[in-house]
């Protein structure tokens, strides 16, 4: 099996892992200011756990966009990374007990005092985060921006996924604007890291570098738009004055 192929076949286990380590984080942030040290502890754990497995999902991510920019063409789909490095079976096992291990520890941390008004407290600041980003990537959206955003949109979706396990319609479509938001967000990020591996590369891949630029510029737009009708449609269901 060639180290793509490997790569492609650990990735969705990698993608599990982070998604749930992503979450975990999320939750931790809104309980922090309540069980201080301890949070951050695990909060710092799960981070170096993520990071062990950026450069497997990262390159799985570029392998991806490059086949799709390609569009079947075999001469540019040569552009695609030739090796990525992939865990081993047993460490993705290891992690994951760990983070069912970690979630048992948050379970404990979330008091009853944390889990009411004060941690809608770290929600309204997760929120108002999202809006301030969302302001800046309207103004001026550098990748790094763009990066940033998509970050606390994941933690805004993922929060309010917590505290409305069971949302109504009109919160269901607002969390669905979200989850457009966050995936927009990600497409981008993945063009950003295409972007910067197609620029190291000797050969001809103007043309790829010139799909990639045009698809994240309409991703971009399409971002601003997502979130300007998330916003919007939060304050006319009244959403916003629910939750922050």
């Known amino acids: 099996m060639s180290p793509s192929a490997r790569a492609m076949k650990a990735s969705e286990r990698v993608h599990e892992i982070r998604v749930a380590g992503k979450k975990a984080r999320a939750i931790l942030k809104l309980i922090s200011p309540e069980s201080g040290p301890e949070a951050q502890r695990l909060h710092e754990k799960i981070r170096k756990m993520s990071h062990k497995l950026t450069k497997t999902r990262d390159g799985t991510a570029v392998l991806a966009m490059i086949d799709r920019l390609a569009k079947g063409d075999p001469q540019l789909k040569k552009a695609a990374p030739k090796s990525i490095p992939v865990p081993e079976a047993v460490e993705l096992k290891r992690m994951t007990d760990e983070l069912r291990r970690i979630g048992a520890e948050i379970g404990s941390l979330a008091s009853a005092e944390a889990t009411g008004p004060r941690m809608r407290e770290g929600l309204r600041m997760t929120f108002a985060r999202v809006r301030k980003l969302y302001g800046k990537c309207r103004e001026d959206g550098s990748p790094g921006k763009f990066h940033r955003w998509r970050r606390r949109a ?48 000797k050969t001809k891949v103007g043309k790829l570098k010139k799909r990639a630029r045009k698809k994240y510029s309409r991703s971009a737009r399409k971002a601003v738009k997502l979130a300007r009708q998330f916003f919007r449609q939060g304050e006319k269901s009244k959403i916003s004055a629910t939750f922050v």
């Open 154 to 201: 994941k933690d805004l979706l993922y929060q309010i996924e917590t505290l409305a396990p069971e949302p109504s319609k009109g919160e269901r479509k607002w969390i669905g604007c979200l989850k457009d938001l966050s995936d927009c967000l990600g497409e981008m990020h993945d063009l950003a890291l295409t972007l910067e591996v197609l620029g190291t590369r």
